[in-house]
Each structure stands twice: as C-alpha cells, then as structure tokens.
C-alpha cells in the first residue's frame, strides 16, 4: 500500500482564490511528522510547512496552512489568497521513525497551476 | 546563510562510465540524505547518513550505486557502469541535528546516454 497518497495529479486555481491540495497517508508508527514541498521548474524542493502526530494545532506559515485530521489520516495544504508564483508541483512526505533512523517518504505530487 | 550545494548541476555520460555527484551540506547539519526523481515522479530514497553512524542504505537499487560522506560533511554519490535507467535527478538533503526538516540542494541532472 502507498504510504503517501496524493490524488490530484493536476489541479488549477485562479489568482486571489484559495486551493486546497489533498493528501493521506498510511503508517502504524504513533510518532510521525507530514511536510509539504514546493517545486517549480527550476527544480529545487523548498520546504513550505510541517505538522507533527502530536501537534494539536494545524500548522501554518503565512499563506500556507495544513488541515491535519489524524482520524482520517489526512494532511491537506491550504493556499490562501493564490499567487502566479505559487504555479509549481507540490509533493506531500511523511517521515516515520523506522528503526531510529528518520527519512521521508513521498507522495507522486499535485501539479498545481495558477491562472490571472 | 548558503544552502545546500551540488555539482555537477547537468552531467551527460555514455552507459557503461562511472559518475561522481557530490553535495555539500549546510554547514554545522548532521543528516545528509540522497534522493533520486525520475521524470514526472515523487522522490526516492537512496541513502541516509546521520554523523558518525553506519549510513542507511537501504534505498540504494543495485549495488552499483554507492555514497561516502568524509569528515561528516561532503558527500559523493557515486554510480558504477551507469545505465540508461540511471537517469534521473539526484537530490541531496541536510537536517540540523533535532529536526526532521529537510533542506534541498538544487539536484544534479544525469542523463546517461
């Protein structure tokens, strides 16, 4: 089963409208952590926000917000007020602590597109 | 402060050839990761160090691909008899020592022709 899932391949939105990019994940570890990353095509992966599993308040940073829902295992990103800059890919990742070691998991990523 | 840094930025190769991609961390982070993107796909792990520990390596998909980091820094990954399927961008990654947020460097493309 994907640990990541990311069902949008591809999602538009017009400028000074909010998006929401889904995202669910699968683990049994009661200890994770879900991280949102941006991608433009210049191709460097910018962090944009984290939530941990134990974090009671949704993560946000700036525009960005994470409506985390621990009982359904979801994570989604939340894009206030959409920019033309913000037209990227958006990968979804889970890090888990398997074995002591922390690495990240990805999802197949949401092509986001903003349009004027 | 600088970032994460890797070179080549583009690097073209006849199967067969080994390659060398390096990356260097942000400085003071003690985890270091490499990825791999193929086209229009998500990233996959290749291998992890975390200081002085033996590195995971459990990502690596053959044992042509191999990766050192000297001095807990500087790391080169390295691919042996490359193959066309080798293709792909490489990413590294940094993490300070308490933290699981993960910092990219901007890739190196191989394309093995």
């Known amino acids: 089963a994907q640990k990541i899932t990311q069902t949008q391949p591809g999602m538009f939105v017009q400028e000074k409208e909010a998006v929401t990019l889904d995202c669910t994940y699968d683990?049994?570890?009661?200890?994770?952590?879900l991280f949102w990353y941006k991608q433009p095509s210049s191709g460097e992966m910018i962090f944009l926000i984290y939530?941990?599993?134990?974090?009671?308040q949704n993560a946000t940073e700036g525009r960005y917000s994470l409506n985390f829902q621990k009982a359904r295992k979801s994570a989604n990103l939340v894009i206030s007020a959409s920019q033309l800059g913000d037209s990227a890919m958006y990968f979804c990742?889970?890090?888990?602590?398997?074995?002591?070691?922390?690495?990240?998991?990805f999802g197949k990523g949401t092509m986001l597109l903003v349009s004027p | 402060g600088a970032g994460v840094s890797q070179s080549p930025s583009n690097k073209v190769t006849e199967k067969g050839k080994d390659v060398e991609l390096r990356c260097d961390p942000i400085?003071?982070?003690?985890?270091l990761y490499w990825y791999r993107q193929s086209l229009g796909q998500g990233l996959e792990f290749l291998i992890y160090f975390q200081g002085n520990s033996a590195p995971d390596k459990s990502g690596l998909p053959s044992d042509r691909f191999s990766a050192e980091r000297t001095g807990g820094s500087v790391s080169t990954l390295t691919i042996q008899r490359t193959q066309q399927e080798d293709s792909a961008v490489y990413l590294c990654a940094s993490s300070p020592g308490g933290s699981d947020t993960q910092y990219f460097g901007p890739g190196t493309r191989l394309t093995v022709l």
């Open positions: 400085s003071g982070h003690t985890a």
């Open positions: 683990t049994s570890d009661p200890s994770y952590g």
């Open positions: 939530q941990g599993s134990y974090d009671q």
């Open positions: 990742a889970m890090r888990e602590r398997d074995s002591g070691y922390s690495t990240l998991t």
